[in-house]
Structure formats: C-alpha cells, structure tokens
C-alpha cells in the first residue's frame, strides 16, 4: 500500500468539509437530541445562491458571501422555528421531519429567486493561487478550503468554550430541565445552534463547489452524510473538536482506500466495516449523557388511543375493512395494464412498511435500510426464481433475509434508537454500491466463487412463475397475487399483535430494565424484531423482483428506505392499517392523479412535515375518527322512531388494553 503526499493532502481537504458538516450535526444532537438528515442541504441553498449573487447579479463576492451566509443562518433558524411544535415529541418523528426538510430545501435550490440564470458558469472563488505537489495540482478551492475550514471550526469552538450563548448551548446539551431551572432560554438556545449548524453547512457546500458546475443539480449524496455522521459518532455527538478531526481523518482514510484499492464495492466495505467498529469502541461513551435520547414515549407517535367500543362499532369497522378488501379485488377486472401494475407495487410497499412498523413502531429499533434487506430477498428471485417454486421461494427467501437482518440488528444489543439509523443506512448503501454490484466474488484461503449479487447489475432481468400452474405473466394476475400477499400479511402481523409478541417489543422498547424484571428476554425479544421484519422484507423483495421483470442495483437505492419510515410515519407509528394507508398516500397518489402541483405537495417532503406537525396520528387515525363518525350516524338512524334497536355497548380491554399505536387501529 503507497501512501503519496498529495493523496493525504487532497483526503484531507475533503476531510475538512467532513468535519464541518460533523460539527453543524453535532451542534444540533447535543442541543435538541435530534439527528438532523437537512444539515447538508441547508448549505447546498447558500451555495446556489452566492452563484444567483456573484453571476446573475455581478456583485461582489464578499458581499454575495455574506448574503448566502445569511440566507442559510436564516434557513437554519427557520427550520428549528418550523419543528419546534415537535420539542417534546419523539425524536423519531423529528428525525423524519427533518428528511422531509431536506426535500423541502433542495426544493427551494429550483426557485427563480435562488436557481442562477447561467448554469454552467464556474464557481466563483475570491483567490487565484494554487501549488503543486507530486506533479498533482492543488487549485484556487483546495487552498480556499485548507485557509477557511480550520478558521470556521476555530471561531465555532471559541464561541461555545467562551461566550454565554456557548455556556447556554453546553448546559441544555447536559439537561435541559435544569437549564430552564437556571434561566437559560432553551427555545432560543436551540434557535441559535440551528442558525450556527446553517452557517457550517454553508461553508462547507460554498468550500466543496469550486470545480464543480455553478448549480448542484441532485440532493446530497447519503455517502457525503454518512462520512460526516461517522466522525460525529468518534465525537460521541458531544464533541466538537473531536468531530472535526475525526472528519479530516475520514477523509484521509477514504482517499487513502481509493488511491489503493480499484474496487469501489471493496473500499464502502472497508468504510462499512469501520462504521460499526465506531459504533461498537464509542458506544461507552454515546451512553454517558445525561439526557436521553428516548425522553418522550414513542407511543406518541400514534395519538389514536382505545375508545370504549361498542358491537355497532365493530360490525361498522369490519364492514368497511371487507367492502376495501372486495373493491381492491374487483379493481384488477376495470383497470389498465399500467394501473394493475400500480395496485402490484402499492400491495408490495405496503408489505415493506409494515415491515418496518413491527422493527420501528413495535420494536422502537429506526432502521433507514429496509430497502437494503429488500434487496436480499430480490437476489433470492434472481438466483432460484426460475428452479424453486414461489410458494417455496417467497419462506425461503423470508427466512435468509431474517438471518441478515439479525446480523445487521447485532449492533442494537448495544446501541438503540437514533444511532442505529446511522448503521442501518451505512447497510443499505453497502447493500447497493458493493453487493448488488458484485456478480461473484471469491472466498478467501478457500477460493471458491460465491455469487452473492444480481446477475447483471446494471440490468437483471427474470420472468414471472406460476403458482400452483396458475400463470402471473400478466398484470392483472400479478396484481391479485399481490393483493393475496398484502391480506396474508396484514393478518400474520394482526396475530403477532394480538398474541402478545407486539407487547413484549413494546414492552422492552419502552422500559427494558422493566421489561427484564417482568421476565421478558430482552436481548431475544430485540432480535425478534429484526427477524420478523426481515422475514416480511425478504419476500417482499421476492415480489418486488417479479413485479419489476427487469431491475438494477439503482432500485434498491438506499433513498427508498427513507420513503419506506416516510410512509410508516405518514400512516401512524405502529399501526397495521396505518402502514398501507401510508403506502397507498405516498405510491399511490402520483400515479393515479399526476404529477399535478396539489399531489406534489402532498407526497413531498413539505406534505410528510405538515402531517407530522398537525397530524401526529397519521392517516390511521383519520380513519379511525371516520369509523367514529359512521357508527353515530348509524346509531342515530337507528334511534329514530321505527328503527331498530340500537347495539349494547362493549365493555373496554380495562387492564388488557394495548398500547396507543397497537389498539388506535380501525378494526
């Protein structure tokens, strides 16, 4: 292995702007407990709009520093402003309104106002020198970048070690009841650091552009985020200086593993790997604080609560249920080929989500590579698709992706919530740039081949089986089969709830020292969770493949995952109906009605904000209201002279009675 100077050099001026974006999430985490997904893109608005400034404009470049500065200091307080309805709510929830966020900014770089005329005009950078080493050329950014990145995080950290406002920062990151106790403004507090956090993500977007197009045309890559929340992790999310050296070294390792290795699958390996040994060395430290990151029940995910029922109620509730079930079938007879494919994909993502509302809503374990385990179980269909039959695939394939999905779940034996996210993302990014990529690789010491990957990565393509000598070839066919999988589904994940599994991961999720107490096995019922839902993903995947007929690693982009918790969060946390409602809202919505600028709101990152703001029971319990609304109506109707009896009322579950997210569910 050579290690050049100009390859250390060049890593760690990425590094660098590794180390910023590192600080701004950690500037946010330690005050508000809050993984911020929008840190990167606060900066890419600054970025495009000193272009607006310096170009369109023909101002001066300071002075279209200073304005982009504060157009991100500004989205940054405005963005705190906006999720502050939800400082007391799950830090799940915030979480996902913070990806939603981030849709919402990127968004906002396509604006007359803020997207410069001349898209393809340079960069502007206010110097001209460069120096050479190695014969490899250091230009005007690189030297931009090593003179200002230390200066910024010098500023930051001198600001926070010696000014009240950093004192403030320090005592509401250590508790911040007490702060309040002592007279710190903890709302404005937490204003401030979200406007700091903007002005790092500005600088780091502004230092990382020269050499690039003047407009960055696509959202931030997960790599770039995952980099930086990797050398927030070695900073225990509470130390900035250490984030941001960890951030240099990030990048110099990187670099280092490329310049070295020519595989790319082979160096996300090697980052992948690194990632969890992070995770696993600081997690001593990740549990030291005194705040915890779990302070608000994730049962106020899902508002919806057990309602005193009556029989009127439950023969209105499965009355409906029948009625949707009845419809979804006859719809295959009416709709188009393209529109059976639509109902196919919609019953698919609706298995994925309830996937992960038995992981996340259930098991409170935040998994944002579901899509990873997904593609486990396509690989499956790739492989034995056209020699074992489907109704053997589809357990097979359920029951390998439950032993990833375990393995990958290891790491929750240690560490929880907000922090496996990270792991879980890191997954399913190795799952698509090295897995998925890789055909076939040869085992070490053994060397036998091991083909692990789709076929062809950039275009695999399969045919559909039979089931039981019934052809699926066609949409209309495959449709039902679809709906088939999503009623079977639906009423295995009914039976875990009503049989008790659903009680335990709750149980544990919310108190495990309690949990632990009463009997229940802890570490067990943690890997319970993550082998049921990767038994649901993996099958999942099995339809997801023969559904597609032909796909690619860019399928299973780990994107998708971020719109799997979307639609969980949109459809109520841990609520059954809820997972579909939330698949139906998210898949089915722009395919039926267009991309018109109604639905485009709806399904955008602006509509998951409003709905987690104004809306914490999610569709489910929109429909449970509605089933409300329905059983009084009916009972008048019956009350009046000449109608029938009205039902005798039922009698509450008392002290049976399940949780919020697992009894708030229209029957």
């Known amino acids: 292995m050579s290690i050049p100077g100009f390859i250390v050099l060049e890593g760690a001026i990425i590094g660098l702007n590794y180390g910023l974006l590192a600080m701004g999430l950690v500037l946010v985490y330690r005050t508000n407990r809050v993984l911020n997904f929008a840190q990167g893109q606060l900066g890419v608005v600054a970025a495009v709009f000193l272009v607006k400034c310096a170009v369109d404009f023909g101002f001066n470049y300071w002075f279209s520093l200073v304005l982009a ?28 309104a913070t990806i939603g966020l981030s849709q919402v900014l990127f968004v906002f770089t396509a604006l007359p106002f803020i997207l410069p005329k001349h898209l393809s005009a340079p960069f502007p950078v206010p110097i001209h020198l460069s120096f050479t080493i190695d014969n ?13 990145a230390p200066v910024v995080a010098l500023a930051l950290a001198v600001f926070i070690r010696f ?7 320090r005592a509401m990151s250590e508790n911040a009841d007490s702060a309040r106790l002592s007279g710190v403004w903890v709302r404005r507090t937490s204003t401030l650091a979200w406007t700091l956090a903007g002005v790092l993500s500005a600088f780091t977007a502004i230092l990382a552009s020269p050499g690039q197009t003047s ?44 310049w070295n290795i020519s595989s790319t699958a082979s160096v996300q390996c090697i980052m992948f790997a690194l990632l969890l040994a992070v995770l696993l060395i600081r997690v001593a430290a990740l549990r030291k604080e005194a705040r915890s990151e779990e302070r608000s029940t994730w049962l106020m995910g899902s508002a919806s609560m057990r309602r005193a029922t009556s029989a009127l109620r439950t023969r209105v509730g499965t009355t409906g249920v029948v009625l949707t079930v009845v419809v979804a079938a006859l719809l295959p007879f009416v709709l188009s080929t393209g529109n059976s494919y639509l109902l196919s994909q919609i019953c698919i993502y609706g298995v994925i989500a309830l ?25 499956m269909a790739a492989h034995l698709g056209t020699s074992v039959p489907l109704i053997v695939l589809m357990p097979f394939a359920g029951a390998v992706t439950a032993v990833v999905a375990v393995l990958v779940g290891l790491p929750a034996l240690r560490v929880r919530g907000l922090y496996l996210a990270v792991s879980t993302l890191a997954f399913a990014l190795w799952m698509q740039v090295s897995v998925l990529a890789t055909p076939c690789w040869t085992v070490p010491l053994v060397g036998k081949q091991v083909c692990t990957g789709l076929p062809s990565p950039a275009s695999t393509l399969i045919s559909r089986p039979t089931l039981f000598g019934i052809s699926l070839g066609s949409e209309r066919s495959f449709a039902w089969f679809s709906l088939g999988v999503l009623v079977l589904s639906v009423l295995m994940v009914r039976v875990w709830r009503d049989r008790g599994i659903a009680r335990r991961l709750v149980s544990v999720r919310d108190n495990e020292i309690g949990a632990a107490a009463m009997g229940i096995p802890v570490v067990r019922t943690k890997l319970l969770a993550f082998a049921l ?25 780990p994107s998708y995952s971020i719109l799997i918790i979307s639609m969980v969060v949109i459809g109520g946390l841990g609520s059954v109906p809820g997972a579909v409602l939330g698949a139906i809202y998210l898949v089915g919505l722009p395919a039926i009605f267009g991309t018109t600028s109604t639905i485009q709101f709806l399904t955008s990152g602006l509509g998951l904000i409003v709905f987690i703001l ?54």
């Open 533 to 557: 839902s990767g038994f649901m993903a993996g099958y999942a995947g099995v339809c997801l493949a023969f559904a597609s007929e032909r796909f690619s690693t860019d399928t299973f982009d």
């Open 355 to 379: 996937s992960l509302t038995v992981l996340t809503g259930w098991g409170g374990q935040v998994s944002l590579g579901q899509f990873g385990l997904v593609a486990v179980g396509a690989v």
């Open 163 to 169: 000014s009240p406002w950093g004192l403030a920062m």
């Open 136 to 148: 490899f050329i250091f230009g005007p950014g690189a030297v931009l970048t090593l003179i200002v």
């Open 69 to 96: 500065i504060t157009l991100a200091a500004a989205m940054g307080a405005l963005s705190e402003l906006v999720l502050r309805r939800l400082f007391n709510r799950p830090r799940v929830l915030v979480m996902v």
């Open 215 to 258: 407009v960055l045309t696509q959202p931030l890559s997960p790599d770039l985020l995952l980099f930086a929340l990797t050398a927030a992790l070695i900073g225990a999310m509470v130390n900035l200086t250490v984030s941001f050296v960890a951030g240099i070294a990030v990048g110099v390792v990187y670099e280092i593993l490329t």
């Open 614 to 667: 104004y809306l914490p029971g999610g569709l489910a319990e929109v429909m449970h209201r509605l089933g409300d609304l329905v059983t009084d109506a009916v009972s008048w109707l019956l009350e009046r002279p000449g109608g029938a009896a009205p039902a005798e009322p039922g009698v509450t579950d008392g002290g049976d009675e399940l949780p919020a997210p697992l009894a708030g569910e229209m029957a």
